[in-house]
């Protein structure tokens, strides 16, 4: 199982330090922990932000320069990450990371030397000193993400490359001529600039690299705290409260994070025992945080970072990408808030304490005004940064300006509170600025590290003519048929799906099941949502379920109980990838804005229909009749026929009106 890759690096033993006070404040800036480890964590972490944001703002450095720069310093900071987390009794450990972090120096000093020669005359014929600065930059990027995201992305990665150079030895349509060692080499980093530093190399270092860094600073300046004292306060009087505020909460989060697993850690440890405490199963809570954490990754702006790949593999516009995307989002969002509220309701749950009575969340003991007082400027940066994505601005263009529009008014919110002098200043703005920035650094290092090693396994997918293989074999398995091949690519992209982050999620099924759905008519755009919805959704699918596997640990309950929930509550995210191929007008794709809101209505519908027969519950308990006929309900309001779908809509109506209408005279009975 991959490990979750944290905010910041965790302390793992107190601080022992002789250092004087104020290194020392200034260490803890960067790790609780504290120490000159931590300095050199944050100094470094500052200074590779503030290089990204000069190269965004400037172009200063040449594309495939700066490419090798992005991940021989990710390397960097990744390391000096792991030295935090390794207990000062494992000094050999410590030291070896810290060689480790030197040497992936080499690559950056030997591609800023002899950039120009590679480009000029060495493109396809490399010397030996390529050949071994490609090696050790392979064999440092797998050893990072091995300890980062644990060994099923780095399996893959070497499992493309043994293919790569012994595919002469396989039979049929896996065979393939082979490359020498000079060729496979040059595939996955230089002189050829693929691989590793290839296109998606360049989407993490161009565009994702600034949105980590913008997610750093909402987190350091407070901006994520008042996002969920605000989920609470829109749901805190609700029927079923603190699992809706969860919900919203969760889904803030997620937006910010590019990982299920790490939103569930993060949010999870106040809002599943908050659910417990009102009065929810505990698998059921779990089953909540999973679902919303997964959720996170699907909602615009950032999509789990996925929505920057999309674009960048795809060529379709970021704007495009996000009208799209957005209200599939608020359908799944929408369905989980009513299922949760269901499940109040067969439970007879009331309404949720005060949102100050939740422990472990800030600002909980502070009102409203002066929360927003204090941490409002963040937020105005997260509405600016949409206004600007929304006029057209480029997507890493729009981030640059959030990220300065954050630090400006964390300034003048410091000037305002009367830091007047600059020293004071400065002092007061280490943690919320430094700190974010270099924390932002460390998040941005180690996607870009996954990014790079899952672009070796595409890129010998694509250089043997695998991928393509490997889609032949789909429709010839599918009869050339659309349906077969749609739930023949679904199954191959939960089972790809599992156990990765979002954005390694996503490229490999784009890879492996977006083009034979092409192939055969699909949007490219639907194609692509397809695959990544489901994809994501390995997260909160058994037996392997990595997303609820944390949060049954936290909730204390059962791993398989906590899965099989949050498959129930997460409906959508199963279903909607299917509605994006029978009616892609959910997406736009040239639709009138009218047909799109028609759709996406009619599928809220569906899904509440579906919902409201499996748990038996509306207003009063339906009868078993009742249960039975919503599912054709459910089916025809899905169905593309628009007869089918009138059918389904006056099946939904009588029942659900039935319900309204005669609710009150049944009272609801209490499951014993």
Request: proline share 7%; glycine share 10%.
């Amino acid at each position: 199982m991959p490990q979750s890759p944290s905010m910041s690096p965790p302390p793992s033993t107190p601080p022992r330090s002789s250092m004087p006070p104020s290194l020392t404040a200034f260490a803890r800036i960067f790790s609780d922990r504290g120490g000159p480890a931590a300095i050199v964590f944050g100094v470094a972490g500052v200074g590779i932000a503030l290089l990204h944001i000069y190269q965004i703002a400037t172009f200063h450095f040449p594309g495939g320069l700066f490419k090798g720069m992005h991940l021989t310093l990710a390397l960097a900071l990744s390391l000096l990450g792991l030295i935090l987390r390794t207990p000062d009794d494992r000094p050999w450990a410590r030291r070896l990371l810290a060689l480790l972090a030197l040497l992936s120096l080499v690559p950056l000093v030997y591609l800023i030397v002899e950039y120009q020669a590679l480009i000029d005359d060495r493109s396809f014929f490399p010397n030996t000193a390529d050949l071994v600065i490609a090696a050790l930059l392979l064999a440092l990027s797998l050893y990072v993400a091995i300890r980062e995201w644990g060994p099923i992305i780095p399996g893959i990665a070497i499992a493309g490359l043994l293919y790569g150079y012994f595919g002469y030895l396989l039979p049929g349509v896996l065979f393939h001529n082979g490359f020498n060692l000079d060729r496979l080499l040059g595939y996955t980093s230089i002189p050829y600039f693929r691989g590793l530093l290839g296109g998606l190399t360049a989407v993490s270092a161009s565009t994702i690299f600034i949105y980590m860094l913008f997610a750093g600073l909402l987190k350091s300046t407070g901006g994520l705290d008042l996002l969920m004292k605000v989920a609470f306060a829109l749901s805190g009087r609700s029927r079923a409260g603190p699992a809706q505020a969860a919900v919203i909460g969760s889904g803030f989060m997620g937006m910010i994070s590019g990982s299920t697993m790490a939103n569930v850690a993060s949010t999870g440890a106040f809002t599943i025992p908050m659910m417990k405490s009102f009065g929810f199963k505990p698998h059921f809570a779990g089953a909540v945080e999973a679902v919303a954490s997964a959720g996170g990754q699907i909602t615009p702006p950032k999509m789990g970072l996925a929505a920057f790949l999309i674009v960048g593999i795809t060529g379709i516009p970021y704007v495009e990408v996000l009208a799209a995307a957005t209200l599939p989002a608020i359908i799944y969002y929408g369905y989980l808030l009513f299922a949760v509220h269901i499940q109040a309701v067969r439970l007879d749950l009331g309404a949720t304490h005060e949102a100050r009575q939740v422990e472990g969340l800030p600002l909980m003991d502070v009102s409203m005004g002066r929360a927003f007082l204090m941490h409002g400027h963040p937020i105005l940066a997260i509405v600016v940064l949409i206004v600007l994505l929304l006029t057209g601005t480029p997507a890493n263009t729009a981030a640059l300006y959030a990220v300065e529009l954050t630090i400006g008014l964390e300034i003048v919110k410091r000037i305002v509170l009367g830091w007047r002098t600059p020293l004071a200043m400065v002092k007061s703005m280490g943690a919320p600025v430094l700190g974010g920035l270099a924390r932002g650094a460390h998040s941005g290092a180690q996607v870009a590290v996954v990014v790079a090693v899952i672009s070796v396994m595409v890129e010998m997918m694509v250089a043997t003519g695998l991928a393509q293989k490997l889609s032949y074999i789909m429709l010839d398995l599918a009869g050339d048929s659309l349906w077969p091949l749609v739930f023949l690519a679904a199954i191959t992209c939960l089972v790809f799906g599992v156990g990765m982050p979002t954005s390694a999620a996503y490229i490999l099924v784009a890879l492996l099941g977006a083009p034979a759905l092409i192939e055969l008519g699909v949007p490219v755009l639907a194609a692509h949502l397809f695959v990544f919805y489901l994809a994501n959704m390995s997260a909160i699918t058994p037996p392997v379920a990595v997303g609820c596997l944390v949060a049954a640990n936290i909730a204390e309950a059962s791993f398989m109980k906590t899965s099989f929930a949050a498959v129930r509550l997460g409906l959508p995210g199963f279903l909607l990838p299917f509605l994006f191929i029978a009616r892609p007008e959910i997406l736009g794709l040239g639709a009138p804005i009218a047909l799109q809101v028609l759709v996406a209505l009619l599928a809220g519908v569906a899904l509440i229909a579906i919902n409201v027969a499996l748990e038996g519950v509306f207003t009063r308990r339906l009868t078993v009749l009742e249960r039975l006929l919503l599912l054709p309900a459910a089916f025809g309001l899905f169905h593309p026929s628009w007869w089918t779908t009138g059918v389904g809509l006056l099946l939904f109506v009588i029942i659900i009106g039935r319900q309204i209408v005669i609710g009150r005279r049944a009272p609801l009975e209490q499951p014993a």
